[in-house]
């Protein structure tokens, strides 16, 4: 459509009529079968965590549920002194733990093996958000060994949807509907190899209601996360288009991509909101260079090719040189 802004920041799409079909469905069940007053036992309702663990191919009492992954990020590094987070990342947790009063710390992948004694290990795993990058081998030997160490480490499996990547052996893996459902969903799990009713009882009150639970259980039981995961199914051909478009190697997995850009974030993000395309400053992601992150979510390969003929040229757009004439003109006093 003529005019039309074309938004790359991840603004979560909203449900059709199919999926509003089978929530209401699952709604009436749920609410057939329970009082909305009632909270979920410890760990989660068991029909909701049967659904979810052969989801994610664990067995049903390692998956406790949580209300996403913010909800449960500071149950999880409860016994770690501080917090040792990816850089790039997903800010809303870094910021969440240091707003708890917990002692935060950041080093790209190359240097997490650097983590102080007594420190848990964040990391986005797989698909991280900004970059769509996944662990190389190296790096999953370093998360291993201080695994073996006795270390916690923590992964962040939002993204798992779109990458098949497995975490090491160990590793507490916490997941979110978000990405598939919106922010409304408001569903999330803990998987964690170590833990225990300790676990459950820090994590309990990270956790949705008893018939929102089974509202979840009786939705994916009939087929609803199909459905969502569905509505994804050309996420990897628009990232490859969009790559292939730039001229880029085709790396990485999921939705987001992070561009270096030769201007400043602040102008890249204007140029491309000219252009009718809304893009993130990288800055939001703790992105070591100036660059923006784009959020390939509900592209087409074409819009995706579209999209990346208009970005590479800002991309390459030069950094604004200072204006003589502007300085000079500052320097008038008056
Ligand atoms: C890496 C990452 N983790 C977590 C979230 C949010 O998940 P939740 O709403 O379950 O906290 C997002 C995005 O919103 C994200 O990009």
């Excluded at 093996?113 to 290990?121: I, S």
């Excluded at 929102?212 to 050309?234: E, K, P, S």
Aim: net charge negative; glycine share 8%.
């Amino acid at each position: 459509v003529t005019g039309a802004v074309l938004d790359l920041t991840g603004r979560p799409r909203l449900w059709d009529d199919q999926l509003l079909r089978l929530w209401r469905a699952a709604m009436t069940r749920a609410l057939a079968d329970v009082d909305p007053s009632l909270r979920a036992p410890l760990g989660g309702d068991r029909m909701l965590r049967e659904h979810l663990a052969c989801e994610l191919g664990v067995t049903t009492d390692r998956v406790v549920i949580t209300s996403g992954v913010r909800s449960a990020a500071v149950a999880v590094v409860r016994h770690a002194s501080r917090v040792l987070v990816e850089r790039p990342t997903f800010l809303g947790v870094p910021s969440l733990l240091s707003a708890a009063g917990i002692q935060v710390t950041s080093a790209p992948w190359e240097r997490i093996g650097d983590a102080e004694d007594g420190a848990a290990v964040w990391v986005t795993v797989p698909a991280r958000n900004p970059d769509g990058k996944s662990p190389d081998a190296a790096l999953l030997a370093v998360l291993r060994e201080m695994i073996a160490s006795g270390r916690t480490v923590v992964s962040n499996t939002t993204y798992q949807w779109f990458a098949p990547q497995a975490v090491p052996e160990g590793v507490v893996c916490v997941g979110t509907l978000h990405k598939l459902a919106g922010p409304g969903a408001q569903l999330g799990w803990v998987i964690d190899p170590q833990g225990g009713r300790d676990t459950d009882e820090a994590l309990w009150f990270a956790a949705p209601p008893l018939h929102w639970q089974r509202a979840w259980g009786y939705f994916i039981g009939a087929g609803g996360l199909t459905v969502l995961r569905d509505r994804h199914a050309d996420l990897a051909t628009a990232r490859t288009a969009f790559l292939a478009a730039l001229g880029f190697e085709v790396a990485g997995a999921g939705p987001h991509v992070l561009l270096r850009v030769a201007s400043s974030e602040e102008d890249a993000v204007a140029a491309a909101a000219a252009a009718a395309i809304r893009v993130s400053p990288g800055a939001a992601f703790a992105a070591t260079e100036p660059a923006i992150r784009v959020c390939l979510f509900g592209l087409s390969p074409e819009a995706a090719r579209l999209a990346a003929s208009i970005l590479g040229e800002i991309l390459r757009m030069p950094s604004t040189p200072l204006d003589p004439a502007a300085a000079d003109a500052s320097a008038i006093p008056g």
